[in-house]
């Protein structure tokens, strides 16, 4: 029986990239069923903003009912009493505990740097659970919510990775000199768990210095699972795709036990919409990897190494890596080359 994915358009420039992730699939012939559906600020207001959340009931009930979803960039409004962002609210709805950010770079954009590691971010807890108390009417405290059974399941995961991709080194980023308990029980867990695999190297950066770190000698961390709490982490996969040359590069996923989204790393850049202009990669990628995870790992292989070829050549690229394809360009070479490499 064929998979079922959910597949988001969003706002912004996002009905644009989800589409040439989309041209994509269906070019390299994806058996799973991909199913559109309406969520994000633009839909919320167009609604007359009366909605609790930006993902309609309607999507919600076919959320549920599919096996993976593909989140195209939306907007979160930044005032009080808007609802939270559409990939926070999935990923607490769906127990989503481990966004992975792959950071890879490519020979022609960043010829200085070769980085190779992988940032995991525990994706329901920390900071972003959003409890937040106004004490008066000018303080407030935010809640920095740490469980044990939340690391736990986190860090099994990104050992997990660890181990599946034959990696050598952990990286634990926190800031334990201050916040002793929270960081406490995150440390706690991870010696706990990464103690028993044998022959990994198991480290413990503090957050500012890791900072410093990744701009003076990133490549220290080629070969690293890097993992952190929510919002450390958040910034530091920030940071990296910087590295990368642009954010327009970056694919990620969210993975729980019984379910994950994907989506481009990036967000929904208004100010370009509809000027067809803005790079596809994060989202084919993205894309790409659902495919995977769907059961179809011959479609990511050959669109990752059709996109690979792609950026390095530099003909039919994007402005935001030196070139001036429009999207559709580049999503129409990638297309070539992937079905090309599927043929063989």
């Not at 070969?223 to 919002?231: I, K, M």
């Amino acid at each position: 029986m064929s998979k079922k994915a959910t597949v988001i358009r969003g706002d912004g420039i996002g009905p644009e990239v989800v589409d040439s992730m989309i041209r994509v699939l269906k070019e390299c012939n994806i058996q799973s069923e991909l199913i559109l559906a309406d969520a994000g600020s633009e839909q919320w207001q167009k609604n007359g903003e009366k909605d609790p959340t930006y993902i309609p009931e309607s999507t919600m009930k076919l959320l549920e009912s599919t096996d993976a979803c593909f989140k195209g960039p939306t907007t979160t409004i930044p005032k009080p009493g808007a609802p939270r962002s559409v990939a926070v609210t999935l990923r607490q709805k769906f127990e989503l505990y481990s966004n992975i950010r792959p950071i890879k770079t490519y020979k022609r954009i960043t010829p200085n740097h070769d980085l190779d590691f992988v940032c995991f971010r525990e994706a329901t807890e920390g900071l972003y659970t959003g409890i937040e108390v106004q004490l008066t009417d000018d303080a407030a405290i935010a809640i920095r919510k740490i469980t044990r059974q939340g690391c736990r399941r986190f860090i099994g995961a990104a050992l997990d990775w660890a181990q599946k991709y034959h990696m050598k080194k952990f990286v634990a980023i926190t800031k334990r000199n201050i916040l002793k308990m929270t960081d406490g029980i995150f440390w706690d867990e991870v010696q706990s768990a990464g103690g028993k695999i044998p022959g990994l190297d198991i480290q413990e950066i503090y957050i500012d210095n890791m900072m410093q770190q990744l701009v003076v000698n990133p490549e220290q961390f080629n070969g690293a699972v890097l993992a952190s709490t929510n919002l450390f982490m958040d910034i530091v996969s920030e940071l990296a795709s910087g590295i990368i040359g642009s954010i327009g590069l970056v694919y990620s996923s969210n993975m729980g036990d019984r379910y994950a989204m994907f989506e481009a790393a990036h967000g929904s850049a208004p100010s370009f919409k509809g000027l067809g202009k803005v790079n596809p990669t994060a989202s084919i990628l993205s894309g790409a990897w659902m495919a995977e995870y769907l059961g179809e790992p011959h479609i990511k292989d050959a669109v990752f190494a059709a996109t690979d070829q792609v950026i390095n050549e530099g003909k039919s690229v994007t402005f935001d890596i030196g070139g001036s394809a429009t999207t559709v360009q580049m999503t129409d070479a990638i297309i070539s080359l992937a079905k090309e490499k599927l043929r063989r």
